[in-house]
Every structure is written in structure tokens, then in C-alpha cells.
T-cell receptor, first 114, second 111 residues
Framework: NAGVTQTPKFRILKIGQSMTLQCTQD?????MYWYRQDPGMGLKLIYYSVGAGITDKGEVPNGYNVSRSTTEDFPLRLELAAPSQTSVYFCASSIRAGLNTEAFFGQGTRLTVV | EDKVVQSPLSLVVHEGDTVTLNCSYEVTNFRSLLWYKQEKKAPTFLFML??SGIEKKSGRLSSILDKKELFSILNITATQTGDSAVYLCAVSMDSNYQLIWGAGTKLIIKP
């Protein structure tokens, strides 16, 4: 009964370092999303994917990259970490587009860039 | 610009009280409004509303949508300390796959 699994849960990066946030879902959902949530703010969409091999930019894509080689996995890559990327990152998936159905969220990754 | 505004930003009440959380929106091609509860970690789904005037209910929680006045309310009756959380409202549109999220209402229930 895993649902959406994100790793790691916490990470501290130095400015300029790179890392990949992993996201896996076992519900055979086509749609997957990466959000960031800053303190006191709502969720901002970084990238989304409507199926394997298809990705697109969301509201705040700069500084990030994604890939979707399989239905299950949707990793988020930070190439040159900046302090502005300090945030909590959530991966989510839904069976259809996030238009009319609930999204299932991972437990989040708290990232600090120093 | 599409936006979702929640009020109040924070609320402190005593156990047993009833609370009403508000979510107003201005979006093009509205499709649905969703409520989520976020405790320490990931948001968990509460309700999805698409039609005006039809109340969704789950235990002590209920929600209703007014598409004419462009808002929704989330009611929690007989509050318990376990209801303490941030309640998020999001709106989806026909035109794209994005959800527009409000900033949330932080609800604290004191014993």
C-alpha cells in the first residue's frame, strides 16, 4: 500500500551542488507532478507529466529538470542549487489530469541550500 | 491572473467549537474546487466540489461551493485537537493540468 514514495526526506545542499529528488508511485497513475511549498505559501507547480516520455513546465520550472522514462518514476533534478530553492518539495500523482480528480501526495522532501 | 485566496490565514479555537474556513477564487474556465488537509507532511484529500449548492459531507466536516459568488466554505463542527492542521484549497481549470492553490488556513484547536 505504498502510494507515492519520495526520497530523501531531508537534505542539505551547498550552493552549486546538484541532486535528484526521487519519486515513485505504484498506482499506475498517468499523471505526476512536482510541487514546492514555501513557508506560509500554497503549492507551486514545478513540472508535470501526463505519461511516460512526456513532461511539461509548470509555474516555477527554472532551476529544475525532470524526466519520465517509466510510468512509475518521476525524478526531479536540481543542477546548480541556489538558496532560493530551499523549500519543501512534494511529488504527487493522479489517475487523470489534476482537473477533476484527487491527487495523491508523497510525504515531502525538506531541502535546505546553504 | 488566476488566484485562490483563503481566509482567515490562521485561526485558534477551543475544542468543541465550530469553525468555518473560506476559499474564494478568480480563475478562467473553472472546473472544480478541492479541499486538502495538511498536517505535518503531505496534503490529504478531503473534498472535491464541482456543482453549486451541493454539500459534501464526511463526518464532522462539510463543504459547499457557490459558483456564482466564486467561493467555497469548509465547516468543521465539534472540533477536536486532531483537526489541527493547515487546510488547503485548490482550484482546477478546464484549460490546463494545473491546480491553483491558496496559501492555506492554519487551524489550531486548543484542548
Amino acid at each position: 500500500n505504498a502510494g507515492v514514495t519520495q526520497t530523501p526526506k531531508f537534505r542539505i545542499l551547498k550552493i552549486g551542488q546538484s541532486m535528484t529528488l526521487q519519486c515513485t508511485q505504484d498506482m499506475n497513475h498517468n499523471y505526476m507532478y512536482w510541487y514546492r511549498q514555501d513557508p506560509g505559501m500554497g503549492l507551486k507547480l514545478i513540472y508535470y507529466s501526463v505519461g511516460a516520455g512526456i513532461t511539461d513546465k509548470g509555474e516555477v520550472p527554472n532551476g529544475y529538470n525532470v524526466s519520465r522514462s517509466t510510468t512509475e518514476d518521476f525524478p526531479l533534478r536540481l543542477e546548480l542549487a541556489a538558496p532560493s530553492q530551499t523549500s519543501v518539495y512534494f511529488c504527487a500523482s493522479s489517475i487523470r489530469a489534476g482537473l477533476n480528480t484527487e491527487a495523491f501526495f508523497g510525504q515531502g522532501t525538506r531541502l535546505t541550500v546553504v | 491572473e488566476d488566484k485562490v485566496v483563503q481566509s482567515p490565514l490562521s485561526l485558534v479555537v477551543h475544542e468543541g467549537d465550530t469553525v468555518t474556513l473560506n476559499c474564494s477564487y478568480e480563475v478562467t474556465n473553472f472546473r472544480s474546487l478541492l479541499w486538502y488537509k495538511q498536517e505535518k507532511k503531505a496534503p490529504t484529500f478531503l473534498f472535491m466540489l464541482t456543482s453549486s449548492g451541493i454539500e459534501k459531507k464526511s463526518g464532522r466536516l462539510s463543504s459547499i461551493l457557490d459558483k456564482k459568488e466564486l467561493f467555497s466554505i469548509l465547516n468543521i463542527t465539534a472540533t477536536q485537537t486532531g483537526d489541527s492542521a493547515v487546510y488547503l484549497c485548490a482550484v482546477s481549470m478546464d484549460s490546463n493540468y494545473q491546480l491553483i492553490w491558496g496559501a492555506g488556513t492554519k487551524l489550531i484547536i486548543k484542548p
